[in-house]
């Protein structure tokens, strides 16, 4: 029965892990998007086709 519990301590604390992860990847990607996006939009008129 010990063992299971160890089992689910580690899996929980892996969960939380890589759940904090993803986040901060998530949250960097969207950063990155929209500092991007507001670059483009001020150069808007440099752009020549």
Excluded at 7 to 23: C, D, E, F, K, P
Aim: without cysteine.
């Amino acid at each position: 029965m010990e063992r299971i519990y160890k089992t689910m301590r580690n899996t929980g604390a892996a969960s939380i892990a890589l759940g904090i992860v993803i986040a901060s990847v998530g949250l960097t990607t969207g950063v990155i998007a929209i500092v991007s996006g507001a670059i483009l939009l001020r150069r808007k008129s440099e752009i020549t086709f």
